[in-house]
Each structure stands twice: as structure tokens, then as C-alpha cells.
């Protein structure tokens, strides 16, 4: 028997500890769920809630053994991101934020086949949106697309180790990670993404991070870089 690939998980968290349980519940039932195959990689910015960055970490330790973490000194988005996949040295980086709650099982070792088999691709995401049948989605399992995005999504380490020393902390990463003239622009040419609709090709993943928002003074505006409350910028 083939032994499964070890994987990182790279996660960008805030202080909602019942968020980000919500999210490690669901994914670790449905598709994470050899535990000592993953190894957690997590952020943790100090935004949210009234508590200690360690009560997120206490939720995390739930769910893994294998865990490396980040307090932050203060919330950043793209810092965020970027340390979190500094620190990566899987084959395979599975990316995540802590407010997305997996609704079907997913077989994570049919996206690798997927990711093994197309030399060119990036990463493949999990759908956030009903996806239209075709005929590479129904043969080969996945729709292509031309953006990445930062929406739960498995990704070739070999992308991540190459494309995180262009990044810059201070652009909105997935704006960033789009072709253009610039070196990062460049490198982002030679890749291509696509979505994993195996399993199906309706919503995957839901964003469960909206009412939050929406109960708080904390909000994101386009182009996201840091949080921002009612009376200014954090």
C-alpha cells in the first residue's frame, strides 16, 4: 500500500475561538481526518474577540499533534499569509482561514492525483459556488480557472516555496498573486489553477465568517489588507 503524503496546513486565524472550532470540526471529519498525516501551520492575529491568542491555540490542539505557531503583534492579512508559508516544507500545503465549514466529504488524495498529473498546476480550490458541468470538470475532476484564490485550497509546496519570497506585505495577497510585469506577475504565468469538482460540483465550502463581521465593529474593505474598525484602521 502506497503510504499517504504528509501535508501542511497553512491557516490565517483571528481570536474566535467557536469560528475556528467550527472549521477544524468540519474539515477534520470530512476530509482531514488521518491526524498524524498533517502538520498545522497557524497565524494568529490579535483581532477578535476579548481573549489570549492561547485559547485559539487550545481549540487548534484539538484537532492536531503537529503544530507550529504565530502570535502576531499586530493583524496583517498579508503578513499573515506570507509567514505562514515561509514556514512550509511539505510536497503538499493545504491553505485555509478560520471561518469556512466543509460541507461534504472530500477526498484530498484524489486532488493530489489531480495536482500530480497537471505539471503546470498550482493549486486546486474547493468550491464556494455551484460550478457548471463541462467536460473536463466531469472526465478529469476539476474546472480550470484563471485566478488563484485564497478560499480553502490545496497547493503544490513547489508553488508556495517559490512564489513566497516575491511576495510583499504590504498589497493584498491575492491581488498580488495575479500575472502581470512584475516578477511576482511573471513567475504567477507559468501556473495554472483550478477548482476540485470530483466530488461534485456544487458549493463545497461555506463562508461562515460573514455573521461575525456583521455582529461586530470589525470589517474588511476591498483590497483587504488589515482589519478596520467603525472609528479607524488597527
Not at 79 to 98: G, L, P
Not at 121 to 139: D, I, P, Q, Y
Not at 175 to 197: A, C, N, V
Not at 212 to 221: G, I, L, Q
Request: hydrophobic fraction near 35%.
Amino acid at each position: 500500500m502506497m503510504m499517504s503524503k504528509l501535508i501542511d496546513i497553512t491557516m490565517t486565524s483571528t481570536l474566535r475561538p467557536n469560528i475556528i472550532r467550527m472549521t477544524l470540526k468540519s474539515f477534520c471529519k470530512n476530509m482531514l481526518t488521518e491526524r498524524s498525516r498533517y502538520r498545522l501551520i497557524i497565524n494568529i492575529d490579535p483581532i477578535g474577540e476579548n481573549i489570549k491568542p492561547k485559547e485559539v491555540l487550545k481549540v487548534a490542539e484539538e484537532y492536531f499533534d503537529n503544530i507550529l505557531y504565530n502570535y502576531a503583534d499586530v493583524p496583517g492579512f498579508s503578513k499573515a499569509v506570507i509567514w505562514c508559508w515561509q514556514q512550509v516544507q511539505a510536497e503538499y500545503i493545504f491553505h485555509i482561514e478560520d471561518d469556512w465549514e466543509l460541507l461534504i466529504p472530500i477526498n484530498i488524495d484524489s486532488m493530489i492525483t489531480i495536482l500530480d498529473n497537471h505539471p503546470d498546476m498550482a493549486g486546486l480550490r474547493l468550491n464556494k459556488e455551484n460550478t457548471k458541468k463541462s467536460k473536463c470538470s466531469t472526465r478529469h475532476g476539476y474546472a480550470p480557472h484563471l485566478k488563484l484564490s485564497l478560499n480553502p485550497t490545496l497547493f503544490k509546496g513547489s508553488f508556495i516555496k517559490g512564489v513566497v519570497p516575491l511576495m510583499s506585505v504590504d498589497r493584498n495577497p491575492e491581488k498580488q498573486l495575479r500575472p502581470s510585469k512584475s516578477l511576482l506577475g511573471e513567475y504567477m504565468r507559468k501556473w495554472s489553477h483550478g477548482i476540485y469538482t470530483k466530488e461534485s460540483h456544487r458549493i463545497i465550502v461555506k463562508d461562515i465568517g460573514r455573521l461575525w463581521m456583521d455582529n461586530s465593529r470589525y470589517h474588511k474593505k476591498t483590497g483587504f489588507l488589515y482589519w478596520e474598525k467603525d472609528n479607524g484602521n488597527i
